[in-house]
């Protein structure tokens, strides 16, 4: 189904009630798996619904799995960690999720009126996340999936992480109807090269770490870790290339700031900081190095009045939409390289091989590989038309 008519059906849905209790008020958002409204409670209760695509609700385990990874969030027991308060069923079977209603904007939403934050903005928000997935890693929770549109800015100056458990949910659907190599869901221009790769095995806390510092990357200068005109293209860079240094697109930046957020992408994830609470004590000594005063707490008025000093000249920025994908890495035995099947949330799909140029395989294997694992400086990307 396109884009516009799961919208159009999500639509339809407004001034519903939902097991005869929830009033919906109206579509506030939609992404590659679920709807999310905002709704009323017969006792008054405001509250967003996240409703599962009719797609993926016509299959049980996805249904149970769309419940129980609902809860992952309650699960790492931090406030910034959106809270999910029940949920429920539609008469069709439908699951959806209750959660609390948002107040504010996310990040992303913030950065298509601004382009970019001034550093002290951009520390304040990747402090709060890493406090979230610092609590997260700690139980063995790793997001997968961190990126401007999952962090929400509220208005009372708090920050939140949305959406823990759901990349999980989407890459578990479709291994279930897979029996290729390797596979893996995220969002193209946030995957670390392990994520990117299809090395599922691999994907520990430091893969959100990257992410951490992509999103930094993206706030501080308006543009991806790794540009293309496609988000194919961005992904294959992603398995394939060294991030660039943040200076290299804001050269005015104070180097404490450069220095945080050039580890965080470090393409060897020994290379990063080992863990959310190790970056989150280099972010506030940085803040406070640059700053001269100690990072502040969530006061409302940090984020909006720290935003204010744009650090220097904007470059034109990569305007194409980012989208979710799906990665299948497989052996091409015959020609001793790996097919990659992209396929973002559009429905668009492309195939690419990969191969060294010296003729040897790849180091993309599919399967978990030594931490050495380097950048592909030396191998060909071919996309294949058929």
Avoid: C
């Avoid at 959806?96 to 928000?125: N, Y």
């Avoid at 995220?186 to 959100?208: C, F, H, V, W």
């Avoid at 220095?259 to 020994?270: G, K």
């Amino acid at each position: 189904m396109s884009k516009e008519a799961l919208r159009s059906k999500a639509q339809e849905r407004v001034g519903q009630v939902f097991a005869r209790k929830w009033h919906v008020d109206r579509l506030l958002d939609m992404g590659g798996m679920a709807t999310v409204y905002v709704a009323t409670h017969r006792n008054g209760n405001r509250v967003a619904i996240k409703v599962l695509h009719a797609l993926f609700a016509e299959q049980e385990e996805t249904r149970r799995r769309f419940l129980e990874e609902g809860y992952v969030a309650n699960t790492v027991g931090h406030p910034g960690a959106v809270r999910v308060l029940d949920d429920d069923v539609l008469d069709d079977g439908t699951p959806f999720l209750v959660m609390e209603l948002l107040e504010g904007e996310s990040l992303e939403d913030r950065l298509k009126k601004r382009t970019v934050l001034a550093p002290p903005a951009v520390m304040f928000i990747a402090d709060r996340v890493l406090d979230v997935l610092a609590n997260a890693h700690e139980k063995g929770i790793i997001h997968r999936d961190i990126k401007p549109a999952n962090l929400f800015l509220t208005r009372d100056g708090g920050v939140k992480v949305l959406d823990f458990g759901l990349a999980r949910v989407r890459e578990r659907t479709l291994q279930g109807s897979l029996t290729r190599t390797g596979m893996v869901i995220g969002t193209a221009s946030y995957m670390p090269p392990e994520q990117a790769r299809a090395k599922r095995d691999l994907i520990d806390a430091r893969t959100d770490i990257w992410a951490v510092g992509a999103t930094m990357f993206k706030a501080l200068t308006g543009r991806y870790v790794h540009e293309g005109d496609t988000v194919q293209e961005r992904l294959i860079a992603a398995m394939s290339q060294r991030a660039r240094s943040v200076a290299a697109l804001q050269p005015n930046l104070p180097p404490p700031v450069v220095e945080l957020v050039d580890r965080a992408l470090q393409f060897q994830m020994s290379d990063r900081y080992g863990d959310a609470r190790a970056m989150q004590a280099a972010l506030r000594r940085a803040y406070e190095a640059v700053e001269k005063r100690p990072l502040p707490g969530a006061e409302p008025i940090v984020i909006q009045d720290l935003q204010e000093d744009p650090v220097s000249e904007v470059p034109p920025t990569i305007t194409s939409f980012d989208l979710s994908v799906s990665v299948v890495f497989e052996p091409d035995l015959k020609n001793d390289s790996i097919v990659v099947d992209i396929e973002d949330t559009e429905g668009k799909q492309e195939r690419y091989e990969i191969r060294r140029k010296t003729g040897e395989m790849p180091a993309v294997r599919p399967e978990p590989a030594e931490e050495g694992d380097s950048a592909l400086s030396d191998v060909s990307i071919v996309e294949i038309d058929e």
